[in-house]
């Protein structure tokens, strides 16, 4: 039985989702378009049975998660197999790549991604390509990458299922020959055969064709629905159907998709959920696949899955760094040595050593004896002038340590790399991961600064020259500690404080005041082990609890905390038992000060921001960088660490908080739904802001445990609001030896006025890096690209990491794109072969039976891995296939007496091997098809080695002696959905499944 407390928390969702609801109608009422997010959607389609390209995604991971942790332990315990918070986002980073060929326009319009519009064979191709491209990145342990094809391959997988007649057919299993090209494959409807039958209301029944619903094998055909003009679709196929194709108008009228349950949107709604329970077990089969192939560990490594923060740490080894490295091997020592258990010990190392002018190698691994041995190699030897290559190590930090780190930073010296400030910027945010100095050189220039080794330098160093660190740590919610060679291996306990697993941030707050100051944060039933950092030198600091008991930290022992006082640090722990309820700290300082205060709890909180989007799929896309100032936009969270075995809690707003803790904006929340998917799916949670800020501001979550007692989580990334934004379109595959580009948007919501951007990758691929200026007219996009070049050398799997900077000259405005980019082998083969037709012969005549024609054709692989095999599939001539001719003339048949191989094919006969005939690309196999009059069309197909296939249609008149059905989609314009009332496209604007 449902609990009590259970069903009141589901009928209070139910009231705040019809006041969400009603609002949201009041905001669809202007003159703006709909919006959907994915999660929501069953709402506000009123399909509450509905499933969501993100519902079947998250619950296909999630079995497959706990199927593996379950095979490892021999047990099933759900309150030790939380899965973490690294494991949601990975989850999410899926699910973003899913929903983003939905959304981008490089992708939403193009049917081959959604297997629309019988583009049945290049779907399948790019299919094998996203599976080639996953494999390629795991391999790797480029796991980010290998998400993000993971996330493309999923999304065309399921489309497959909801959007051709499969289901329709009456199958009742997965289509295999979609990933295994062995597998029995279903011939797709030419483009001169109908489809479908007229259908005049929302509901299509008995639409299609008798043969495309035929259960017989042998007289089976695919067809998939066209959706609006482009391509234009022939006279009696299917569309896609529903309110906002606008091809379902033409004939045959109707559609065939099964996207929802709702008739309006989906034409075969009525197949909804079978279509759904075949897309989710195809989703299952790739996981299955994927984990058996390269095994459980690496598996469970790709979804995060129980990962323990890394431990990275970026060290400066010049000769002044002796004492910093010995307190970082011994830092690094203690925490392996005090983290035995494979459950608390880093998920994984990292180490980049730097001085100038080199930087690396980048030493990475999970090994914790292979670390120390690297730590115990470091050497503080030369050095030269002040500044070192700092930016630069932390740039490959970012790049090869997973998202939600935090990277540490050991150094006494200024940027030597200044110009990459914006790129580790980026990253950092990209992957909400933290950087954190700890500076052994006072910010001001001191005793330590005259006698360092540093010969060279000429001119007295400034009192700014470590600006930029305590910029980024202040961006990023890292910290920046001045210390000195005697505190430094006491200060370095902070990295010890901050890896260890599910630590949760309560307060992170700056501030310049010298007066005194107050602060507060909030301890739940739900934390542990509260520390507190403040950086920077107290004159005065005050604890007080709940109950009105104070603590003179600076001058008395007492009952409330312990206090630990360094150089740039004071480490404060609060003593156990910790009283629940609100907490103060009344501090006075000199100078600039930093309070951070973490704790131990599951309970943690994932978020972004999202604005509408109403192109071919409309709903709430992602916002990629920093969001727009001054606009509206949606606020989604997904709170993550709460299971059965906790008391219930409940969320109710969000707070946007400034540099110093002020409160900008209180956003309120609503759940994204009226049901828990299962004990281990986060909470979703969707808030509207009316109007970004436009000062930087950080995201604390408030709530209540199940005493009552308030709940806050924050999120110490500063979001830095922009008034200009910057897209990748695309992600092209870098082949070693070749060049490709990148195409990306910028879109100016300001005045008209000039732009720079900067590219930087961390392979040194690029063109050219910039700065390119540039004039963007306000509110209008400025497309433009930048080239690379991948060297022969390139080792295939690898990620090359890029980087799009864009600022306003005469403004603070600023936004950034990540992309990355998988190096994919100069073999690899995700291309079909080819037929070339050469010469056309017919004398054709009205007595057929007495007159024939033929044509010549010069068949190779387009590809790199050979020709496999032939079938003649449909004909009543026969096939004569020739070996390669060096030296022949294309168009001419080679003599039969000086011919090996020479083989005769006909329609009956199984697919002829030719992998043995010595084809390469400089000789192409020709064929020679030759056909009574009677019979004017026929139809080759061949395959390469690698699986790819060509359908390859012949005829015997000149307009059609060689079709092709797999005609590549070369583009076009958006797409935009034809007017109709506001509560039309609030029900019907989203792309469900």
């Known amino acids: 039985m449902m609990s009590k407390g259970r069903q009141r928390r589901m009928q209070d969702s139910e009231r705040s989702t019809h006041g969400f609801m009603f609002a949201y109608l009041l905001l669809l009422a202007s003159p703006c378009t709909c919006f959907l997010p994915n999660f929501w959607s069953r709402v506000l389609t009123l399909s509450w049975d509905s499933y969501t390209h993100q519902y079947i995604t998250e619950q296909a991971i999630l079995n497959v998660t706990l199927d593996t942790l379950q095979q490892h332990q021999g047990h099933h315990d759900e309150k030790e197999d939380r899965l973490g918070r690294s494991f949601w986002r990975a989850v999410g980073e899926v699910v973003h790549s899913n929903a983003e060929m939905d959304f981008l326009s490089s992708t939403r319009s193009d049917p081959v991604y959604h297997f629309d519009s019988e583009r049945v064979e290049s779907a399948v191709a790019m299919l094998r390509q996203f599976w080639a491209h996953t494999l390629l990145s795991v391999r790797a342990n480029e796991y980010q990458s290998a998400r ?18 499969w289901v329709e057919m009456g199958q009742r299993s997965i289509y295999l020959h979609l990933l295994q090209p062995k597998e029995p494959a279903i011939p797709v409807a030419e483009g001169d055969t109908p489809t479908c039958m007229e259908c005049f209301s929302a509901t299509c029944r008995n639409n299609l064709l008798p043969r495309l619903t035929s259960t017989q094998r042998d007289s089976q055909l695919l067809t998939t ?42 034409p075969h709604h009525y197949l909804h959920a079978e279509a759904a329970k075949l897309a989710s077990e195809a989703t299952l089969t790739v996981l ?13 490594r790709l979804f995060s899955v129980k990962q323990a923060p890394a431990l990275v740490f970026v060290i400066d080894t010049t000769g002044s760094m002796f004492e910093e490295i010995t307190a970082a091997r011994m830092r690094a020592y203690s925490i392996i040595q005090n983290r035995a258990d494979l459950s608390c010990r880093p998920g994984s190392f990292l180490l980049i050593p730097f001085h100038d002018p080199e930087v690396g190698p980048v030493y990475e691994t999970d090994d914790p004896n292979q670390f120390m041995e690297h730590m115990e190699n470091l050497m ?19 790049t090869h340590s997973p998202p939600l780190s935090e990277i540490f930073v050991f150094t006494d010296a200024s940027p030597k790399d200044a110009h990459l400030f914006d790129v580790v910027k980026a990253l950092a945010f990209t992957k909400q991961s933290k950087v954190t100095f700890l500076l052994t050189e006072d910010p001001n220039y001191t005793i330590k600064s005259i006698m360092r080794r540093r010969k060279r330098r000429a001119e007295p160093l400034t009192a700014d020259r470590f600006s930029l660190y305590s910029a980024l740590s202040s961006s990023s919610g890292g910290l920046t500690i001045f210390t000195s060679n005697s505190d430094i291996h006491s200060v370095s306990a902070i990295v010890e404080d901050n890896t260890a697993a599910e630590k949760v941030t309560l307060l992170h707050v700056e501030t310049d005041q010298e007066q005194m100051s107050s602060h507060s944060f909030r301890v739940d039933s739900a934390v542990n082990d509260v520390t507190v950092h403040i950086t920077g030198l107290l004159s005065n600091c005050i604890l007080i609890d709940p109950s009105g008991q104070t603590q003179s930290l600076l001058s008395e022992q007492g009952s409330l905390a312990s206090l630990e006082v360094f150089k740039g640090l004071y480490r404060v722990r609060l003593l156990p038992p910790i009283q629940p309820g609100q907490w103060y700290l009344h501090a006075q300082a000199d100078g600039h000060v930093t309070f951070n205060i ?92 009316d109007s970004i800020p436009r000062a930087p501001f950080c995201v604390r979550l408030t709530g209540r445990d199940g005493g009552g007692n308030k709940l806050e989580r924050v999120a110490t990334e500063m979001v830095q609001p922009t008034r200009v934004q910057i897209q990748v379109l695309s992600t092209p595959a870098l082949v070693p030896g070749h060049s490709t580009t990148v195409d990306f948007n910028i879109l100016n919501h300001g005045p008209d006025r000039l732009f720079s951007l900067t ?19 306000s509110h209008k996009p400025f497309h433009s690209q930048v080239g690379l070049h991948t060297p022969a050398s390139a080792q295939a799997g690898a990620t090359v990491t890029l980087t799009l900077s864009v600022y306003a000259l005469n403004s603070a405005d600023t936004n950034y794109a990540v992309a990355y980019l998988t190096v994919v082998p100069p073999d690899s083969d995700t291309s079909p072969p080819s037929c070339s037709a050469t010469r056309l012969q017919s004398s054709c005549s009205p007595a057929c039976n007495e007159s024939t024609w033929s044509v010549s054709l010069a068949v190779s692989d387009s590809g790199r891995s050979g ?22 003339k294309l168009g001419e048949a080679h003599p039969d007496q000086h011919v090996q191989h020479k083989v005769t094919l006909e329609v009956r006969d199984a697919p002829l091997n030719v992998s043995d005939w010595e084809l390469g690309s400089s000789g192409p196999l020709w064929v020679r098809y030759t056909s009574s009059c009677c019979s004017v069309e026929a139809e080759l197909l061949v395959w390469d080695t690698a699986g790819n296939m060509k359908r390859c249609h012949l005829a015997s008149s000149q307009q059609r002696q060689l079709s092709d059905t797999r005609t590549e989609y070369s583009g076009g314009g958006p797409i935009t959905p034809t007017s109709f009332s506001f509560l039309m496209l609030l029900l019907l604007c989203f792309d469900l499944f």
């Open 225 to 266: 629905g066209y959706f609006s003009t482009f391509p234009p679709k022939p006279k009696g196929k299917c569309s896609h159907g529903g309110m906002l194709d606008s091809s379902r108008t033409v004939g045959a009228k109707g559609g065939i998709n099964k996207d929802s349950t709702s008739p309006l949107f989906s």
């Open 759 to 777: 590219a930087e990758d961390d392979s040194g691929y690029l063109h050219t890096k910039g700065p390119h200026r540039f004039h963007v007219a």
């Open 867 to 888: 020709l496999a095999a032939l079938q003649l599939h449909k004909g009543q001539g026969t096939l004569t296939l020739f070996p390669p001719v060096t030296g022949g």
């Open 598 to 689: 973490i704790a131990e709890s599951s309970v943690d909180f994932l978020y972004y921001f999202a604005t509408v989007t109403n192109e071919t799929h409309p709903g709430l896309a992602r916002v990629e960088g920093s969001p727009v100032s001054g606009v509206p936009a949606f606020l989604v969270l997904a709170v993550t660490g709460l299971s059965p075995y906790d008391k219930e809690v409940s969320f109710s707003h969000v707070t946007l908080l400034g540099a110093e803790g002020e409160s900008l904006k209180k956003v309120l929340l609503n759940s994204s739904s009226s049901s828990v998917l299962s004990s281990y799916a986060t909470v979703d949670l969707i808030g509207w802001v």
């Open 288 to 300: 299955r696949d994927l984990r058996d192939t390269v095994g459980h560990k690496t598996f469970l």
């Open 148 to 165: 993000q094809s993971l996330g493309q391959l999923f999304h065309s997988l399921q489309d497959f299922y909801s959007h051709s007649n």
């Open 380 to 398: 503080a030897l030369g050095g030269g002038d002040e500044p070192e290559m700092c930016f630069t190590a932390i740039q490959l930090a970012l």
